[in-house]
């Protein structure tokens, strides 16, 4: 019984799969073969960053759709990304991640996971596509480069906040080795030089994190890449994100205050935003005083400012930061 319940399970995954890539996608690449990568906009980010909330409120306007992490979800993309997070500089190349990422960010390639938060009427019905990778996070700038006519934004978040909710995911890892196992061998590389000995859970997520901003603000451009704090768009969405929709001409929202009320569909259920926490102060509660100290250490060490214990971040430091010149990443 047992093993006739499980080959109807396998079944049903590899006919939903057909569904997804060779129906519903083959139908949604007749539909858009004339969209241009100019009609697609990325957003990167680390994970736990809130990235899938400001993705949900970017994509609420008339005609935009949300493509939720193509890399992830397919057995056949996972193979293409070489890893759980690409570690790709500008000059690389590699065709086939270009080739499937091009048909992605059009909607001619989706998967049961890529459409989590879309519907199959919102997909058809497109003028434009909201692409959200955390898997590029350490290969931001090779995107920017690759796909010039695609406009990007990249998403941060308080280290603690988003340490404190690394501690909280069963899949995260329970202890150094184990999540650094977990990644590939170059996108350890840096935060092992972070680390300098360091081994504790909250110090190794501090370290990847510092890696990834280090990638993200270091080989983008900040007059042409838009830097979103989450908690500048809890404190005021209107104003944190109206610019930058205009700016890249996604239709805004006509209810985008009331939309940032509601926590993301992919929230964790561990989450202060479940636990009705307050989203720019639960993590201070929650996250232990040493842990807290030990990640502002990982994060002073690694040379990032614009982060201390108010939850709050200093714009004005995260943005002299983005503007200097590229870092060479490890």
Not at 188 to 194: G, V
Not at 248 to 270: C, E, F, G, Y
Request: proline share 7%; glycine share 8%; with cysteine.
């Amino acid at each position: 019984m047992r093993q006739t319940y499980r080959a109807a399970r396998r079944t049903a995954r590899r006919a939903r799969r057909g569904y997804y890539s060779h129906g519903l996608s083959a139908v949604s690449a007749g539909v858009h073969r004339r969209h241009g990568l100019d009609a697609s906009v990325t957003i990167v980010a680390s994970k736990r960053t809130g990235s899938t909330w400001v993705q949900e409120l970017m994509s609420g306007g008339a005609r935009v759709c949300p493509i939720f992490e193509p890399l992830e979800g397919d057995p056949w993309a996972r193979e293409l990304s070489r890893g759980a997070e690409d570690v790709l500089l500008p000059g690389d190349v590699v065709p086939d991640l270009e080739e499937f990422l091009a048909r992605a960010m059009r909607g001619a390639h989706v998967t049961r996971w890529s459409m989590k938060l879309a519907s199959q009427r919102q997909l058809l019905g497109a003028d434009r596509f909201v692409v959200k990778h955390v898997q590029l996070c350490r290969a931001a700038g090779w995107l920017a480069a690759t796909f010039p006519d695609t406009p990007m934004v990249l998403v941060v978040r308080h280290p603690c906040a988003v340490v404190q909710s690394m501690l909280t995911v069963p899949w995260s890892g329970k202890d150094a080795g184990e999540i650094l196992a977990k990644r590939p061998d170059a996108a350890t590389q840096r935060a092992l030089e972070i680390l300098d000995g360091r081994a504790s859970r909250a110090e190794v997520f501090a370290a990847l994190w510092a890696s990834e901003m280090l990638a993200m603000l270091g080989e983008t451009d900040a007059a042409t890449t838009p830097l979103i704090a989450y908690e500048s768009v809890v404190d005021d969405p209107a104003d944190a994100l109206g610019p930058i929709l205009e700016r890249l001409r996604l239709p805004r929202p006509p209810d985008l205050v009331a939309r940032s009320n509601v926590p993301s569909a992919t929230t964790h259920k561990a989450s202060v935003v479940r636990a009705s926490g307050d989203r720019l102060t639960g993590w201070v509660d929650r996250l232990d005083p040493t842990d807290r100290a030990a990640v502002l250490a990982v994060v002073r060490d690694a040379g990032i400012t614009g982060y201390g214990a108010d939850p709050r971040p200093d714009l004005e430091a995260l943005a002299e930061l983005h503007a200097r010149p590229a870092v060479t990443p490890g």
